[in-house]
């Protein structure tokens, strides 16, 4: 069983540069969310999706975009990269909390440098 | 949004009991406390949760105070591989979790 897996793993970008990291989950879960942690700080919310077809904003959504046209998939882009998103990028997924325990399971990360 | 405040940094030793304290005075009542840790270079897993009673799990317990303005959570014999940030997160009725800076516990043998 996979998990959340995250791709790539390690990317370097100049500024100005888009991209987009991808992110599948294969237990069947309705949420998904991204988020991005910075050195020495706790996890912010970017974006996240409670199904097919829907994202909404988190936290931290100002450059980035999103997109959940599967299920299993979330996809998070960066249109025109800043050095200020340099960071290490978390997906993670769940049940709805209602009749679960609400337990993110995390992917292992997407280290991203912007130059 | 509710937020949640922990202590920056702890240490304990090898085989004796961790209390990580939690305050959370805003927690409103649908709002459940989560517990995540976070190792070095993963990402965070699950450790537990509650909403008003006690919790104990394979891993950890959750103690929580009777007004809901507080918990601890408890590793009952710490060992090295339970060297992590814990974070101490409020989850809102729908399932979006808002982490904190976490408390970074070391342990000693």
């Known amino acids: 069983n996979a998990g959340v897996t995250q791709t790539p793993k390690f990317r370097v970008l100049k500024t100005g540069q888009s991209m987009t990291l991808l992110c599948a989950q294969d237990m069947n879960h309705e949420y998904m969310y991204w988020y991005r942690q910075d050195p020495g700080m706790g996890l912010r919310l970017i974006h996240y999706s409670v199904g097919e077809g829907t994202t909404a904003k988190g936290e931290v959504p100002d450059g980035y975009n999103v997109s959940r046209l599967k299920k299993q998939n979330f996809l998070l882009g960066l249109e025109s990269a800043a050095p200020s998103q340099t960071s290490v990028y978390f997906c993670?997924?769940?049940?709805?909390?209602?009749?679960?325990?609400?337990?993110?399971?995390f992917g292992e990360g997407s280290r991203l440098t912007v130059l | 949004d509710a937020k949640t405040t922990q202590p920056n940094s702890m240490e304990s030793n090898e085989e004796e009991p961790v209390h990580l304290p939690c305050n959370h005075s805003?927690?409103?009542?649908?709002?459940?406390i989560h517990w995540y840790r976070q190792l070095p270079s993963q990402g965070p897993e699950y450790v537990i949760h509650g909403l008003t009673s006690n919790v104990n799990n394979r891993m950890a317990s959750l103690a929580i105070a009777e007004d809901r303005k507080s918990s601890t959570l408890i590793l009952h014999r710490a060992t090295l591989r339970d060297a992590a940030v814990y974070y101490c997160?409020?989850?809102?009725?729908?399932?979006?979790?808002?982490f904190g800076q976490g408390t970074e516990l070391s342990v000693k043998p």
């Open positions: 805003t927690i409103s009542g649908t709002d459940y």
């Open positions: 993670a997924s769940s049940f709805p909390p209602t009749g679960h325990t609400g337990e993110l399971f």
């Open positions: 997160i409020l989850q809102y009725r729908w399932g979006k979790l808002i």
